[in-house]
């Protein structure tokens, strides 16, 4: 559940809608699609850190150096740029449903801190409560919009059938790798050793945990789009691109069917965004803790990683927080500024490179002598995360050309 929160912001609500209502439910096949590779994907780094005691950077780290180099410089560009953005979609719904109250750029410095003072102060455990408690927010608002708007099931059913209208394909592809695809899912195998799971015993018990959160996702996917179909694509109503596209339905979900509704709907669209904003925080200061560690230590200090996890040691360190504050102080600035333009570019570009690297270094990983040989791949994992970097590959070139160069 925290994986799938995480994953599953305020900007992969809107693009979900968007595709339902240009396309109605045609394009329900690919969202379907796109909840199996993330299951694979998830499934695949939660296996490495149970199969070989190790942490995801402590693979990327024995593919040679370019990957800490690389990682380097995206950690620390991307939190930056990243901050701001998550700040500002918690900030959104707020505004929305207190209008006479602070502005947007205040409400947006308030969530910043009420997260970085959470995660400072809590262990994973009350971590994973809390997030747990937004997701059924998030799950209750928009199943119960999308039962509202009233499906049309035997077009959703054919829906299932693939088809690709004229201009559906880059739609087609961002559904199946857009939604819960983020850094996150390099995240999952350090909250599978946060939770306590540690050693190949507990792999039936992560691969059963992983279904059930890409499920839950899956469910999210069907009723946006659900949404999107009914409520805008008969109406031909647009909504703007990003996450005021959200506030846009709002909007329309309060002249269809009253206030109420529209409330409802903005304190989902809040759950949804600080639950990935909470994520964030939590899971790559992770990251970036293991990151610090494997380039401060030896070899032989290595194993420790896990220990730290575990035992909630990790959350505790300076590391941790220390990209904390990253996380939450110098984004401050960017929302006061318009973004620097060339770090909109690096952080785009980094951004489109993430998943690629995940999938294919999941590949490499999970398919040489690094991982015990009962626990690598099979010929069904290696089509999923083969499939999967292909698909990531062709995302990330045309995302890096869509850029404003």
Same mark, same amino acid.
């Given at each position: ?107 947006? !410095?308030? &969530?910043? @801190? %009420? /997260?970085?003072? $959470? =995660?400072?102060?809590?262990?994973? *455990? +009350?971590?994973?409560? !809390?997030? &747990?408690? @937004? %997701? /059924?927010?998030? $799950? =209750?608002?928009?199943?119960?919009? *999308? +039962? ?12 299932? =059938? ?244």
């Amino acid at each position: 559940m925290v994986v799938a929160a995480t994953g599953v912001g305020a900007g992969d609500l809107v693009a979900t809608l968007i595709a339902g209502s240009k396309f109605g439910y045609t394009l329900l096949w690919a969202a379907v699609i796109g909840c199996l590779v993330k299951i694979s994907l998830a499934e695949a780094a939660g296996r490495w850190h149970l199969a070989t005691g190790r942490t995801m950077f402590e693979g990327w780290r024995s593919l040679g150096s370019w990957t800490t180099v690389y990682f380097a410089i995206y950690v620390v560009i991307w939190g930056f740029v990243y901050g701001a953005t998550a700040m500002s979609s918690s900030a959104l719904p707020i505004v929305a449903l207190f209008p006479d109250g602070p502005g947007l750029k205040t409400w947006a !410095v308030i &969530t910043g @801190l %009420v /997260g970085l003072v $959470f =995660v400072w102060f809590n262990h994973y *455990a +009350v971590f994973e409560k !809390v997030m &747990t408690a @937004l %997701v /059924g927010v998030m $799950f =209750v608002v928009v199943v119960y919009v *999308a +039962v509202r708007v009233g499906p049309d099931v035997p077009a959703a059913l054919a829906g299932l =059938v693939p088809v690709l209208p004229d201009g559906s394909l880059l739609y087609t592809l961002g559904l199946i790798g857009g939604v819960g695809g983020t850094i996150t899912m390099a995240a999952y195998g350090y909250w599978v050793n946060a939770k306590g799971w540690t050693g190949p015993g507990w792999m039936k018990v992560m691969r059963l945990d992983n279904r059930v959160a890409y499920i839950t996702t899956g469910i999210f996917v069907v009723a946006m789009l659900i949404v999107g179909a009914e409520l805008l694509h008969s109406a031909q109503i647009a909504l703007n691109q990003g996450d005021r596209g959200l506030l846009d339905l709002g909007d329309v979900l309060a002249a269809r069917f009253g206030a109420f509704t529209a409330k409802l709907f903005l304190i989902g669209f809040f759950a949804a965004s600080f639950s990935s904003l909470i994520g964030v925080w939590h899971g790559v200061s992770l990251l970036f803790t293991d990151f610090v560690r494997h380039v401060r230590r030896t070899r032989a200090d290595e194993r420790g990683a896990v220990a730290e996890l575990a035992t909630g040691a990790a959350e505790k360190s300076l590391p941790f927080r220390g990209y904390l504050l990253w996380l939450t102080f110098p984004p401050i600035s960017l929302l006061f500024l318009d973004q620097p333009f060339g770090l909109v570019i690096a952080y785009g570009v980094l951004g489109a490179f993430f998943m690629p690297f995940l999938a294919l270094t999941l590949l490499w990983l999970l398919n040489s002598g690094r991982t015990p040989r009962e626990w690598r791949n099979g010929w069904l994992s290696n089509g999923m995360l083969t499939s999967a970097g292909l698909l990531f590959v062709v995302l990330c070139v045309q995302q890096v050309r869509e850029l404003p160069w």
